[in-house]
């Protein structure tokens, strides 16, 4: 039996119920946050929340940073009652306005949030790891407030979709001739031997993979510059990859169809990735 969290009840996922009033499912106003849990214990909680207390206040909607801290309780209970302790999984959380009539001004003062969250288990792809991904370059439609993780992801998935329909894994979102983000992910090129990532801004998701690669390559030696990358450098880039909660570090192998370097993840990014994974795994207690 898969156990859900909806508004203060533990419950079957069958027996879950949402209002067709509510407003993440009429207008996808809300916020959301995927955390990584690994042998029953969660990576980088502190930066999740954080980050969910942010996009919640951007937004207004009235659930506050003590609200966001009770739900690392909700997540470690989820993932006991789903005996999800052992292995890895993630869990989903989920904050809207609430359910209202449907007006595009906010409901009325004391609409209570809806709140809920799953656990799943989940199993890293190795052959993302060693063997790479495809992807392809795509127009960044998004809205401009792409730092805020919202429910509202349909610039995303008609990315991710066109990058399936041609047999890639991730789309590479280019605005005004530059690289930002993956549809899903963090981005990164590795050019002259320095890793490039857009910087911080609206355009951009504040990853936390993002945050802890660009970490973990620093700790290592490896050069970091904060720079966006024109889409003419990213098609003649030494090296791409992506970070992301549920890719980890992965390498870009071919882009549109043609070979990124040699065709094969590159020593940069390896090198960036083992850094990764021992602090991922290692700030949990697991030797990998």
């Not at 119920?17 to 849990?37: A, C, H, K, P, T």
């Not at 549809?183 to 990532?197: D, L, M, N, W, Y």
Request: glycine share 10%.
């Amino acid at each position: 039996m898969n156990t859900v969290f909806l508004n203060g009840e533990y419950l079957p996922k069958d027996q879950a119920r949402l209002s067709v009033d509510d407003r993440g499912f009429v207008f996808g106003d809300g916020i959301y946050e995927v955390v990584r849990v690994i042998e029953g214990r969660i990576f980088a909680w502190s930066e999740h929340a954080a980050r969910m207390t942010h996009g919640l206040g951007a937004v207004r909607i009235p659930f506050g940073a003590d609200h966001v801290a009770g739900l690392e309780a909700v997540c470690n209970r989820l993932v006991a009652d789903n005996d999800f302790k052992a292995g890895e999984a993630t869990v989903y959380m989920q904050v809207t306005r609430g359910a209202a009539p449907r007006t595009h001004y906010f409901p009325p003062a004391g609409t209570t949030p809806t709140v809920y969250a799953a656990a799943s288990p989940f199993t890293p792809s190795r052959a993302m790891r060693d063997t790479g991904i495809k992807a392809i370059s795509f127009p960044d439609v998004r809205w401009a407030r792409c730092d805020l993780k919202t429910v509202n992801l349909m610039g995303a998935v008609l990315a991710r979709e066109a990058a399936h329909e041609t047999g890639a894994y991730e789309a590479l979102l280019i605005r005004d001739g530059m690289l930002t983000e993956g549809a899903a992910t963090s981005a990164f090129a590795v050019i002259g031997g320095v890793v490039r990532t857009h910087p911080l801004s609206n355009y951009i998701l504040p990853g936390i993979s993002r945050q802890h690669a660009l970490e973990a390559a620093r700790a290592v030696g490896v050069p970091v510059s904060e720079v966006p990358v024109t889409q003419q450098e990213m098609r003649s880039a030494q090296e791409l990859f992506i970070a992301g909660t549920t890719t980890d570090i992965a390498p870009i192998v071919t882009l549109d169809g043609l070979p990124v370097g040699d065709g094969r993840p590159g020593p940069v990014t390896r090198k960036v990735q083992d850094a990764f994974l021992s602090r991922l795994y290692g700030a949990v207690g697991v030797v990998r």
